[in-house]
């Protein structure tokens, strides 16, 4: 049925006959995560989305995360087809630990204790400036040394994250 639905998401017959499946599949589930994927999506194929109702990327959340996980939460969000004829290298300092990203090809990667001397730009900031940057695009906090524009092309090619996006339906 999820073909059905994805085909034509206005069909209300595919999207109970679908509903009904996960919800079968839900209540049979001894596992939770998959019992509660189940039921939601059912809830959702009858009622719509309901979004989340926390905000994922609050300071206290990026205040736990290692500087190579706020490195992956940046490359979730690159837009790899904005960002597939884009070349950036750069240089960071955050709270004194090196790191060196690339954005090639729409792929942005990191390594953490080292520099490149042929980077775009050594960015130096702390970790409350790497939350302003990604949560409101605020980039005040970045010193930089080389091309300034460097992080806001970096930034301009991140996507907003939807927490309220659909599970099941297209």
């Known amino acids: 049925m999820s073909h059905v639905v994805f085909a034509d998401p206005s069909n209300a017959e595919a999207r109970e006959l679908e509903a009904r499946a996960l919800e079968q599949l839900g209540y049979q589930a001894e596992n939770g995560t998959w ?10 194929l009858r009622e719509g989305s309901k979004g989340t109702p926390i905000a994922t990327t609050s300071a206290d959340v990026l205040g736990g995360l290692s500087l190579s996980q706020l490195f ?11 960002a597939a004829e884009e070349r950036l290298v750069l240089n960071w300092v955050v709270d004194g630990q090196r790191a060196v990203t690339t954005l090639s090809d729409g792929v942005f990667t990191h390594v953490l204790d080292a520099t490149d001397e042929g980077a775009a730009a050594t960015l130096t ?5 790497v939350g302003r940057a990604l ?3 605020d980039l005040s906090g970045i010193q930089v040394e080389g091309d300034v524009e460097a992080p806001g092309r970096l930034f301009a090619l991140l996507d907003t994250p939807d927490p309220g996006f659909e599970i099941v339906a297209p």
Do not use: K, Q, S, T
């Open 35 to 44: 019992r509660n994927f189940y039921l939601m999506g059912a809830l959702e």
């Open 72 to 82: 992956d939460g940046i490359a979730i969000r690159v837009d790899g087809m904005r």
């Open 125 to 129: 900031l702390d970790r409350e400036a």
């Open 135 to 137: 949560m409101l695009g």
